[in-house]
């Protein structure tokens, strides 16, 4: 089993020897001092991971998000949250298990958690369909959530999928109505609601339990339109162009935060949130108690205007076509920053 | 394919008083899309289809002699149909019902009272924010399709009077880059819908769509969250919404606008779905049943709640409108005003 993506192999290797030092210092000959060469050893590990870990391409990225070790959704519940009592059912037609929810704790909080949950084996992606929910997981969600607003607990939304699931029974019951109910309905709960997306935000089946007053993601997660893999399907007509077609879509936690399409970057341990869990967990739960707390100061009232006028003010357009004279004044191709989106209410 | 089997005959001119309309040379192809992942555009084509916009003939439906028109086989049916025919019947086969795609212009022409149709952000642009450079640059893609079809995106929007109502009616597009939804549409349709909640008018969306516009990344995908945040005020006011789903409709604008009708009608055979047919294929690795993701399929169902010809349409919504209009939260809020 490759549990290493690529340009990780330095580090590991370096973990490696690392490991094997410590744990069989009889098998160097005498004289020399292990302390020193574990210390040097250590030294270029840090440098190497801190050297990678700058640079990561948006394509590294994703592979980040996708790493088979990264922490999932129940991972975070069981360090992040301090209690958790899932609850299952949308009442209507079955059990999504690519959905999961239910009460939590979160510091002295009272929360409902909602996050989409993967498999990290073939048994449970069984399960778990890969992450990727049916209607039924959609309208669990916003039954859970309705329920949680009718209590005044808030929404914490852990979003990992890379997308709906296109499947004849999806579509026979038609998902796309039970994505497009939640926008709705979510943007007029009363509730604070934090969305994270911790790994894959794939498209609008990220989407549909991702409508919130704060939006946060993790340093090496990826929220985009379409995969990099479906994009590039389309665009250079070929699946290996995907690398590109990650840099063009700008879906990093990096190029999202610039593009004013997320709040917050969470940032992850130095090698990705997989190296380790236990301080990703706790980082995530800082930002979400901070959050939340902010939230929880604000009146309703107030937190629903907010949080129209946060999607209201999404995408960039022009009032009228660009004359002659301004387009040769405009820059050939657009500048990294976003232009300011244009946020004229109506 | 449905482009006319026989040269132009040269006209032998007959002297006739009016000045003879461009033929309408409809060579608009109906491509499904194939959206590849959910709430994705289709592959824009690489030539985008012309459509010679002929404006009604006003009022005389003159006696032909000699065929003076282009003749458009019916992809369904085989039938020949002389173009003019064609456009009067609304661009639906009058053999078979088959209903051709049809541009927003002449669909807006098709519902609302003569002159009423009051057209908001004509002249709204999109923007190449993300300085998207695939095989080409998203502005050149703009450009072409904005010469080809005349529009400046792709939908349409305004206030309007149908029979006796006002309503705040948007019309999607097809012709424009598959229909997609970025950040022009999801504006110019959440003002839209925002005009109808602040003036109590009852809306109307007749979509067309291969989903969330690729060239603008994240951008697209909010459109969907704020057009349907938009509609949740809307509903919060009791206003009535009604959504047509027209060939065909797909993924992202599906998942959110589309499907929030309090009425959600459709155009008989339409395509109607949220993932592209062949990613279902390949995902499940299963035969789809017979008539998957058409208007016919879902209504069995339970998605949609009637099926409308389009030559019905408007009188149909008169009547929807009579009723929703008849309670308690209507004789202020629908006034003509
Ligand atoms: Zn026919």
């Known amino acids: ?346 | 394919m449905n482009v006319s089997p026989q040269p132009n005959p040269p006209v032998p001119s007959p002297p006739t008083p009016l000045p003879l309309l461009p033929p309408v040379s409809f060579a608009k192809k109906p491509v499904p899309p194939d959206p590849s992942e959910p709430a994705v555009t289709p592959p824009p084509k690489d030539n985008p289809t012309t459509f010679v916009k002929k404006p009604k003939m006003a009022g005389k439906p003159r006696k032909r002699e000699i065929p003076e028109g282009l003749w458009t086989k019916c992809p369904k049916c085989s039938t020949m149909l002389f173009d003019k025919e064609l456009d009067e019947n609304l661009k639906v086969c009058s053999q078979c019902q088959y209903h051709f795609p049809i541009g927003s212009r002449e669909r807006i022409h098709s519902l609302v009272e003569t002159c009423t149709f009051e057209e908001m952000d004509a002249q709204m642009t999109s923007v190449d924010a993300l300085g998207f450079t695939g095989v080409a640059t998203y502005t050149s893609k703009l450009e072409a399709y904005q010469r080809s079809t005349g529009l400046k995106d792709a939908v349409v929007t305004g206030i309007c009077r149908i029979g006796e109502h006002r309503a705040a009616l948007g019309v999607m597009d097809f012709g424009f880059l598959g229909g997609s939804m970025g950040s022009v549409v999801g504006e110019k349709l959440t003002r839209l819908i925002e005009r109808a909640t602040e003036k109590g008018l009852p809306l109307i969306i007749i979509s067309t769509s291969g989903g969330a516009r690729m060239y603008e990344g994240m951008f697209s995908l909010m459109q969907m969250a704020k057009t349907s945040a938009a509609l949740a005020y809307h509903a919060k006011a009791r206003l009535p919404y009604f959504s047509i789903l027209t060939h065909p409709t797909t993924a992202g604008v599906m998942a959110s606008y589309a499907t929030l009708g309090d009425l959600i009608l459709a155009e008989p055979g339409a395509m109607i779905g949220f993932a592209g047919p062949r990613v279902i294929k390949d995902t499940t690795q299963a035969e789809l049943p017979p008539g998957f993701q058409t208007a016919e399929f879902l209504l069995e169902r339970g998605l949609i709640d009637a099926i409308v010809p389009r030559n019905e349409l408007k009188e149909r919504l008169i009547t929807y409108l009579g009723y929703v209009t008849a309670g308690r939260n209507c004789s202020s809020g629908l006034a003509k005003s």
């Open chain 1, 1 to 346: 089993m490759k549990h290493q993506l690529d340009f990780e192999k330095p580090i590991i290797e370096l973990q490696n020897k690392l490991d094997e030092l410590r744990k069989h210092p009889e098998t160097h000959s005498l004289g020399v001092s292990f302390d020193e060469e574990i210390k040097q050893i250590e030294k270029k590990l840090e440098e190497t991971r801190r050297q990678i870990f700058s640079n990561l391409t948006a394509w590294q990225r994703v592979q980040l998000a996708r790493h088979p070790k990264r922490p999932y959704t129940l991972d975070y519940l069981a360090r992040t949250f301090t209690e958790f009592h899932e609850l299952h059912g949308d009442r209507l037609f079955a059990e999504d298990r690519a959905v999961v929810g239910g009460f939590a704790r979160l510091g002295d909080h009272k929360v409902m958690v909602i996050g989409t949950q993967k498999g990290r084996d073939t048994k449970e992606n069984i399960l778990r369909n890969f992450g990727s929910a049916h209607p039924e997981g959609y309208r669990k969600a916003l039954r859970l959530m309705r329920l949680a607003d009718k209590f005044g607990l808030p929404i914490i939304a852990l979003i990992d999928t890379a997308g709906a699931y296109p499947g004849i029974g999806a579509e026979e019951r038609h998902i796309a109505e039970a994505i497009a109910v939640n926008l709705r309905e979510m943007t007029l709960l009363e509730t604070p609601i934090i969305a994270a997306v911790i790994g894959e935000g794939g498209s609008g089946g990220a989407l549909g339990i991702g409508v919130a007053d704060r939006v946060l993601i993790l340093e090496n997660a990826y929220y985009s339109v379409i995969s990099p893999e479906g994009c590039a399907a389309i665009l250079w007509k070929e699946r290996s162009a995907a690398a590109k077609a990650a840099e063009a879509l700008r879906i990093t936690a990096k190029d999202l935060f610039e593009l004013k399409l997320v709040d917050e970057i969470i940032p992850e341990p130095l090698g990705g949130a997989h190296t380790d869990p236990k301080q990703a967990a706790e980082i995530l739960r800082q930002h979400l108690l901070t959050n939340l707390e902010q939230l929880r100061a604000l009146p309703v009232a107030e937190r629903l205007k907010l949080r129209y006028e946060k999607y209201r003010a999404c995408g960039p357009f022009l009032e009228k076509p660009l004359t002659a004279s301004e387009k040769a004044a405009a820059p050939r191709k657009s500048s990294k920053r976003a232009a300011a989106p244009a946020a004229t209410m109506a």
